[in-house]
């Protein structure tokens, strides 16, 4: 059983920055693809990018070169650097696992990100 637990949200204004990490427990973390998802007030949950171990980060398209996905496996973290905020980047921010056999799906419970001056 994986669980997750994200820390890092709260406010910031437009054009600022916060990092949001996810640190996991269960598992063996190196095998588990971490990926960071985000809800929106009536909007449906949507993919941020994702990390797989030895591999390069991927990211939506609406996020390329504002955010960036990091991972430390000795401490089983997984972090997501946002830069430049935008206002609709206000979201619920989840961080998701696939499990040490790629078969999973893990969610942590989330962290507010409010973007507004």
């Known amino acids: 059983q994986v669980q997750l637990v994200e820390s890092g949200g709260g406010l910031v204004q437009p054009g600022g920055s916060l990092r949001l990490s996810c640190v996991a427990s269960g598992g063996i973390f190196s095998r588990q693809a971490m990926s960071w998802y985000r809800q929106a007030p009536g909007k449906q949950r949507e993919l941020v990018g994702t990390?797989?171990?030895?591999?390069?980060?991927t990211y939506a398209d609406s996020v390329k070169g504002r955010f960036t996905i990091s991972r430390d496996n000795a401490r089983n973290t997984v972090t997501l650097q946002m830069n430049n905020l935008k206002p609709e980047a206000t979201a619920v921010y989840y961080c998701?696992?696939?499990?040490?056999w790629g078969t999973g799906a893990y969610w942590g419970q989330g962290t507010q990100v409010t973007v507004s001056s």
């Open positions: 998701h696992s696939n499990g040490p």
């Open positions: 990390i797989r171990s030895g591999g390069s980060p």
